[in-house]
């Protein structure tokens, strides 16, 4: 038996392609998906070392189960998709702000009225970003700020 066989994603020839990688570099990491003896298929964090001998290059490869820790990403990722969703269909502004008033999340309601995608409006002060100027700056952000200090 050798990689090939238990292998999930890599073809042979990526394969060979990431041996010749690893030999060129010395080293590798990566995520995989290897099948296991009783046909399970397990998600595997890889990192790989080429250390040199005086007979043969070795591989010394340490690899960590993260199958769970996939399991769980892609429930959040579908949870906040489907969140996303709702948040979408409503004809409402809807945004979160962190404690410092940048946006964390808007939907598209928000987008279209703002005429930003979201990734344009993530991150940025939504009292600097959005709101009319000075007012938003200089009045609003303050009373916000004012809210959020208690």
């Known amino acids: 038996m050798n990689i090939r066989d238990i292998e999930v994603i890599l073809s042979s020839e990526e394969i060979d392609?990431?041996?010749?990688?690893?030999?060129?570099?010395?080293?590798?990491?990566?995520?995989?998906?290897?099948?296991?003896?009783?046909?399970?298929?397990?998600?595997?964090?890889?990192?790989?070392?080429?250390?040199?001998?005086?007979?043969?290059?070795?591989v010394a490869a340490f690899?960590?189960?993260?199958?769970?820790?996939?399991?769980?990403?892609?429930?959040?990722?579908?949870?906040?998709?489907?969140?996303?969703?709702?948040?979408?269909?409503?004809?409402?502004?809807?945004?979160?702000l962190d404690n410092k008033g940048s946006v964390t999340m808007i939907n598209r309601k928000g987008c279209e009225v703002l005429g930003y995608s979201a990734d344009e409006l993530v991150g940025k002060n939504w009292f600097a970003a959005c709101l009319p100027q000075p007012e938003g700056s200089d009045t609003v952000y303050p009373y916000f700020m004012q809210i959020i200090d208690g």
């Open 17 to 58: 392609l990431r041996i010749k990688k690893m030999v060129e570099q010395g080293r590798d990491r990566f995520e995989t998906r290897h099948r296991c003896k009783d046909g399970s298929i397990i998600d595997l964090d890889v990192s790989a070392v080429i250390m040199q001998s005086e007979k043969a290059p070795l």
């Open 63 to 96: 690899v960590r189960d993260i199958t769970e820790r996939k399991r769980v990403e892609r429930v959040l990722m579908q949870e906040r998709l489907k969140a996303q969703q709702y948040l979408d269909t409503v004809e409402t502004i809807i945004v979160s």
